[in-house]
């Protein structure tokens, strides 16, 4: 019913940047809000940041100010720009969004993955 395809992460410097894509496709109404989790190793899974259909933004303090979401509506598709990367910022990146559905009911949909590896 609904797919999400995340682009790919990489090796990146310290200091560095990086953009994820993230294209949601399928049948569906909307999608309401749209973002990212992260997981690494030994440490909690997080949600990096967050945008609803109306732009409004969330993003978790180990980010802020370097990290920017962004949606475009019309191609369903929501972006990350990571600045300033910190090899703290190792993990496995997840992209999600909550879908209304034509029947009326909300599902959740995953993308499928990508690492992000920063070297100190």
């Known amino acids: 019913q609904v797919l999400l395809e995340e682009s790919e992460g990489g090796l990146m410097q310290s200091g560095g940047s990086l953009r994820l894509s993230c294209v949601a496709s399928?049948?569906?109404?909307?999608?309401?809000?749209m973002g990212w989790f992260r997981q690494a190793p030994e440490k909690q899974r997080e949600l990096v940041a967050k945008i609803l259909s109306d732009g409004t933004t969330d993003y978790a303090d180990s980010v802020k100010g370097r990290f920017t979401i962004s949606r475009d509506n019309a191609k369903n598709t929501v972006l990350l720009q990571m600045n300033s990367l910190k090899p703290e910022d190792t993990a496995a990146y997840y992209c999600?969004?909550?879908?209304?559905?034509?029947?009326?009911?909300?599902?959740?949909?995953w993308g499928q993955g990508t690492q992000v590896t920063v070297s100190s």
């Open positions: 999600y969004g909550a879908a209304l559905l034509l029947t009326g009911h909300s599902y959740t949909a």
């Open positions: 399928g049948t569906f109404r909307s999608i309401g809000a």
